[in-house]
């Protein structure tokens, strides 16, 4: 089981800027209800902190999210979490989006795309 992380700094939406957030809603990749949450202490947020084994999102595979910037999504990638970007505003939806292979968005970092995003599981 893959543990799927979704950026929600307000506690009710997927947010954007991903780096800053502070709120995290857990999801199993088998689809359904929220698992848990993870409230990051503000050195461990994605912006300043590295993502070690001991840092609470450490576990998660996917990260989905409105928003993060081109550095973010290369050291996720190089923590082995893959980025999924989403305009969808619930949480559970843009699971669900994702788990039925919607694709992710264009990067919003007015470059060049390098890095890869989530691949949906195939069915």
């Known amino acids: 089981m893959r543990l ?6 307000n506690g009710q939406t997927v947010t954007a800027h991903a780096g800053r ?3 995290f809603f857990l999801f199993s990749d088998g689809g359904g209800p929220m698992v848990g949450t993870v409230e990051l202490m503000p050195e461990e947020v994605l ?15 996917i990260l989905i999210s409105a928003g993060m910037g081109r550095d973010l999504q290369q050291r996720l990638k190089a923590a082995g979490i893959q980025v999924f970007l989403t305009r969808e505003s619930s949480p559970e939806m ?11 968005l264009p990067c919003n970092d007015n470059g060049g795309c390098d890095h890869d995003h989530a691949s949906p599981p195939q069915p």
């Not at 843009?94 to 992710?104: C, I, N």
């Open 4 to 9: 799927i992380a979704v950026t929600s700094q």
């Open 21 to 23: 957030c502070r709120r």
């Open 47 to 61: 912006h300043t902190s590295g993502i070690g084994p001991t840092h609470p999102l450490a576990r998660v595979q």
């Open 94 to 104: 843009a699971v669900r989006l994702y788990l039925a292979g919607a694709p992710s």
